[in-house]
């Protein structure tokens, strides 16, 4: 059977996937917003640019968004597909300019859950950003070995970032040979306290999208001797630079992330950015901050036991907040009915907006939980 990528040089066969996906599966924008026109006014190199682009979406008609970008010049290069269907995910009507601007200041009085409900002092907060250094091409297109110079790159930050009093910690490579290995239980029990990400080459996405491609070369995590700071190397993003821990002030969180990133940020180039879609990532639906604020809330009424998500999702989305599983994505709840919840909003809202919806949100949502 032909590959789809070996039939993009006959934009028929490619046109005729994306006409039979858009009828099967409306969700997938890429499927939703691909013009045949368009594609075959490309000339042929662009049209291969294209294609590994919008491969993910080819090969898993499922996908929300089906594309990931292979390199930072793609956002401009193929405005006319990503951008409506950037506009569509992130709720960016064409009357709106896009435009991201970044705001960290949360209110001094805090965002502390403990002060809404005592049951609230313990809950497993996280707060990620995505972040993308612009020398490089994007995970997607990044060969074994410019995975290995990255990581290099990588680890001799994180050599000056051990020193550091405030962030100083350690780096666990999964690369084979590395002198700074994980070993298998390490990385299992890593994995388990979700401070470590999972083995990519099992995600049809990012295999179709070529980011788990040379597996598990590259990749790696650094985490803080005091175990709220972490960066993931080599994941979907070059980057994903967190804070996670147990408690409920959640401004003290996002406090801790953003003095870690800008920490990181001196010690390594420049971060892909633009005006308007923020800063650039693998995916499109993580533009603008590229921030997931995340909080695990035990919600047995909403979600009945665990059982049923969709009713609770649809509660969430009225308060702007998406809900996964305890895994992460495409996992399931939790034991007494414990999911993730986080807003879904990324671009055309500032990091502190975010922050104010996780905590209005959730007060909300655990008031609905509590309600009878
Ligand atoms: P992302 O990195 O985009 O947030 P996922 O949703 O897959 O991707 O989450 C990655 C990992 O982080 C998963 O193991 C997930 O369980 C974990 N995680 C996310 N939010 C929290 C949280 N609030 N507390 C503990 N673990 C979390
Ligand atoms: N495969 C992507 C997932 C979109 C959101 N999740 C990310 N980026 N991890 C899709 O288009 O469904």
Redesign the pocket.
């Known amino acids: 059977m032909t590959s789809s990528l070996e039939t993009v040089g006959n934009g028929e066969d490619v046109t005729t996937q994306i006409r039979d996906i858009r009828a099967a599966q409306p969700g997938n924008l890429m499927a939703r917003y691909f013009d045949e026109a368009y594609y075959c006014s490309l000339d042929e190199a662009k049209r291969e640019r294209l294609h590994k682009i919008i491969r993910?979406?080819i090969e898993?008609p499922d996908?929300?968004?089906?594309a990931y970008a292979q390199n930072c010049t793609d956002y401009e290069d193929f405005e006319p597909l990503l951008e409506p269907m950037i506009r569509d995910y992130h709720n960016i009507s064409d009357d709106r300019l896009i435009a991201q601007e970044h705001d960290w200041a949360t209110p001094t009085s805090g965002y502390n859950l403990e002060g809404v409900d005592a049951r609230l002092k313990d809950v497993s907060m996280r707060v990620r950003v995505g972040r993308n250094i612009g020398a490089f091409p994007l995970p997607g297109a990044m060969t074994k070995s410019s995975r290995l110079e990255f990581e290099t790159l990588l680890i001799e930050a994180f050599s000056v970032l051990m020193e550091d009093p405030e962030f100083g910690g350690e780096y666990l490579s999964l690369t084979p040979g590395s002198s700074c290995e994980i070993d298998e239980e390490t990385y299992r029990r890593r994995i388990e306290a979700h401070q470590m990400f999972k083995d990519m080459s099992g995600d049809p996405?990012l295999e179709s999208g070529g980011i788990s491609s040379d597996w598990p070369y590259g990749r790696g995590m650094y985490i803080s001797g005091s175990q709220d700071f972490i960066v993931w190397v080599g994941e979907?993003d070059h980057l994903r630079v967190m804070s996670m821990k147990r408690g409920s002030d959640l401004s003290a969180l996002f406090s801790r992330l953003h003095g870690g990133l800008e920490t990181l940020a001196k010690l390594i180039p420049d971060f892909a950015h633009s005006e308007r879609y923020g800063y650039l990532t693998s995916?499109p639906?993580?533009l603008g901050s590229a921030m997931r604020a995340s909080l695990h809330l035990p919600l047995p009424n909403l979600t009945k036991e665990g059982r049923d998500l969709e009713h609770v999702k649809e509660t969430a989305l009225d308060l702007s907040l998406a809900v996964r599983g305890v895994g992460g994505?495409h996992s399931e709840a939790g034991e007494g009915g414990i999911v993730d919840i986080s807003p879904r909003a990324r671009l055309g809202v500032t990091e502190a907006e975010i922050m104010q919806c996780l905590y209005e949100g959730s007060v909300a949502l655990w008031s609905l939980e509590n309600a009878n």
Not at 63 to 66: E, V
């Open positions: 993910s979406g898993n996908s929300q968004m089906g996405y979907e995916c639906t993580n994505e």
